[in-house]
């Protein structure tokens, strides 16, 4: 039997940063999470014992680090279940690999008044490129609002449907299996992104139990490094799509006549890529894989709900989206009447509590809310109870401070 780690206060040991900051109550995992020491010691390792470039050297640190930069993708592969490891592309982040989809897919797939479907609940990363897409290819860009159901939206003509499968201001956990089988009926042949930037930290992800067609997330927000990210693509369309950029180690000929390309995932990983990103994602993963994810889940899910008691409390506090903490990552985002959501996290950070204010990369879905800015908490699973009620606290602090209540 696999030995699972235990989550508690003493998981603070695996992170430095809480060495160095002992006093930190980081509460903006959802921006970037925090980093073990097990993930540095993978990027000081390659730099110190194996820095070379990948696919190019014959001598022994570059085939090292060529087989490591491999392997990081085998773990990726298996990490979401992906049957084929060359439809896993290392890309900057799921910012890079939602527009590496929306530019490479070849314009003569799409036909005038073809439509893609988005919601209002995306982060910009998720929105703006199909929107964008949509207008350089003549077809219609559609919007699941928040009273809408996806089949109001989604009709025969949807080309593509992109979702995020976990909200980033909301934390809904989207029944994207339901979802993605019911669009399926609707367009047999729709083509279904997932936008896994806030589900891979939290979730078992299985790209075929999904059944998508495309699934993205970045390094950063399950304990990686930033700077790296992964696409991974049905290899029937990651084929007919064009590389996204040209260069280095994306060709198999190059000639004056002409240039044929490397195979996948080869390219779409034009150039030096991020090998120490890659390799430290690996070790991230594998970190994270030492988890139950559903520890990991229960766990977000009681200092979600201890949060919420204090916040459900305040007359002045309204909290964005459903109540309800099943179906639900830690993500806890709300308003203040009478406190600006910057002032307020500006007094939070004085008292060394890092949450994020303002419209978290989804103005649509603030503008729905008929709000400009929200404050945002975040939760993973090395927060404590104990930075709650540190939270509540500085709250109530800000509230004195300022003469509310
Ligand atoms: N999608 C969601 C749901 C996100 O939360 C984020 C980042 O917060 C992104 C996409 C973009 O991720 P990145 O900035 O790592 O490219």
């Not at 993978?42 to 001598?59: D, I, K, P």
């Not at 060529?66 to 896993?88: G, P």
Request: hydrophobic share 40%; proline share 4%.
């Amino acid at each position: 039997m696999k030995y699972l780690k235990t989550i508690g206060p003493d998981l603070k040991h695996d992170f430095p940063i809480f060495q160095n900051q002992p006093d930190l109550v980081y509460l903006d995992s959802t921006a970037t999470a925090l980093k073990p020491q097990i993930v540095i010691d993978s990027l000081t390792e390659y730099y110190q014992e194996y820095s070379a470039n990948v696919f190019r050297g014959l001598y022994p640190i570059s085939e090292l680090a060529t087989n490591k930069y491999e392997q990081a993708r085998q773990t990726v592969a298996d990490f979401i279940k992906a049957k084929d490891v060359a439809e896993v592309i290392f890309v900057r982040g799921t910012t890079e690999a939602l527009n590496l989809i929306a530019y490479s897919l070849p314009r003569a797939v799409f036909k005038p008044g073809d439509e893609i479907v988005t919601s209002v609940v995306e982060h910009h990363a998720n929105f703006v490129p199909w929107q964008r897409l949509a207008l350089v290819v003549g077809g219609r860009f559609k919007v699941v609002n928040l009273d809408q159901d996806l089949d109001q939206v989604v009709t025969k003509k949807t080309k593509i449907l992109a979702l995020n499968y976990v909200s980033n201001v909301l934390g809904t956990i989207n029944p994207l299996k339901q979802m993605i089988k019911r669009a399926r009926q609707i367009n047999p042949k729709i083509m279904i992104v997932v936008d896994a930037a806030q589900a891979a930290p939290s979730l078992s992800i299985d790209v075929n139990d999904l059944d998508c067609d495309f699934l993205c997330f970045s390094g950063h927000k399950l304990m990686g490094p930033t700077g790296i990210g992964v696409l991974w693509g049905k290899r029937q369309y990651l084929e007919m799509m064009n590389p996204f950029q040209y260069g280095g180690d994306m060709i198999d000929q190059v000639s004056i006549e002409r240039t044929t390309f490397a195979p996948l995932p080869h390219k779409f990983e034009a150039g030096t890529p991020h090998i120490a990103g890659a390799i430290g994602l690996a070790a991230a993963i594998n970190y994270l894989s030492g988890f139950d994810f559903s520890a990991i889940l229960k766990h977000e899910r009681h200092l979600w709900q201890a949060s919420y008691e204090i916040l459900k409390e305040n007359p002045n506090i309204k909290i964005l989206g459903s109540a309800n903490w099943q179906n639900r990552t830690g993500i806890l985002a709300f308003y203040h009447t009478k406190i600006h959501a910057h002032d307020l996290a500006q007094i939070l950070a004085n008292d060394q509590i890092c949450v994020r204010a303002g419209h978290h990369c989804a103005m649509p879905l603030h503008t729905a809310f008929k709000i400009g800015a929200s404050v945002r908490l975040s939760f993973y699973l090395y927060n404590t109870i104990e930075d709650v009620k540190r939270f509540g606290k500085s709250l109530k602090k800000a509230e004195k401070l300022l003469k509310i209540r």
